[in-house]
């Protein structure tokens, strides 16, 4: 069985050496959802809205949409139908 060299003790506080120095290109961030969808959720909702809804806007209303059915599903999953036999009055 092969033995692993010891590394000598580090303190929290010592710095860490650079892994990998290579350049980084700076690239816009992507976005989570098409621009499809982006410009679809802006037409259906900006008649409820005075300002001019942003892509942000847009991302947070699918978010507390997609949010809102999960809460109606785990609701309706923890609900008793009317025709089962666990329902009782």
């Known amino acids: 069985m092969r033995r692993r060299k010891s590394k000598p ?3 929290w506080s010592d710095p860490i050496p ?3 120095t290579g350049k980084v290109e700076q690239s816009e961030p992507r976005t989570r959802y098409s ?3 982006l410009n679809e959720i ?3 909702w900006q008649p ?3 300002e001019r809804l ?3 806007d847009a991302r947070e ?3 507390n949409m997609v949010g809102f059915v999960r809460l109606l599903k785990h609701r309706q999953a923890r609900t008793p139908h009317a025709g089962d036999s666990a329902h009782t009055d």
Do not use: M, P
């Open 9 to 11: 003790e580090r303190h």
């Open 18 to 20: 650079l892994e990998n």
């Open 61 to 63: 209303i699918i978010e």
């Open 42 to 44: 802006i037409d259906v």
């Open 35 to 37: 621009r499809g969808l």
């Open 54 to 56: 942003t892509d942000e």
């Open 48 to 50: 409820y809205y005075r």
